[in-house]
């Protein structure tokens, strides 16, 4: 595919699976801020740049690195005040490295966990409430 990006793909030649490091990423967003603790993910400049032009991301401040049937996840996150940083660290790997399992079947040769600083603020969550 031309659109840049790494897949990783199982199966044979003519039944195959193909999943984007999109997905992946995007996987291990939702995981790392659904964990108590997490204030937020952040991401560098370039990030910050393109969602000022529109282009949002669910997958900010994750990236994945295909190693073979291995996955590499590094998720750079903001920690909520009040939170044992480490623990709160631990908790994310742990979800991360569940959910890809979990939804992809892929295994993670590790899930590195960036704190770059700490949340003053209560995190948005995301209501699933039928109305």
């Known amino acids: ?32 801020s659904e964990t108590e603790g997490v204030g937020n993910l952040y991401s560098g400049i370039g990030t910050n740049v393109a969602e000022f032009l529109g282009k949002k991301s669910l997958a900010k401040g994750v990236k994945v690195v295909f190693h073979g049937d291995l996955v590499e996840v590094e998720v750079s996150m903001l920690a909520q005040y009040g939170y044992d940083i480490c623990e709160v660290s631990k908790k994310v790997q742990e979800a991360v490295r569940s959910s890809i399992l979990s939804m992809t079947g892929m295994r993670t040769s590790a899930v590195n966990i960036n704190v770059g600083g700490v949340s003053f603020e209560t995190p948005t969550a995301v209501s699933t409430e039928v109305q």
Do not use: F, P
């Open 1 to 32: 595919m031309a659109d840049g990006k790494e897949y990783w793909t199982s199966g044979s030649e003519q039944d195959s699976v193909r999943i984007s490091e999109d997905v992946i990423a995007s996987i291990a967003a939702i995981a790392a």
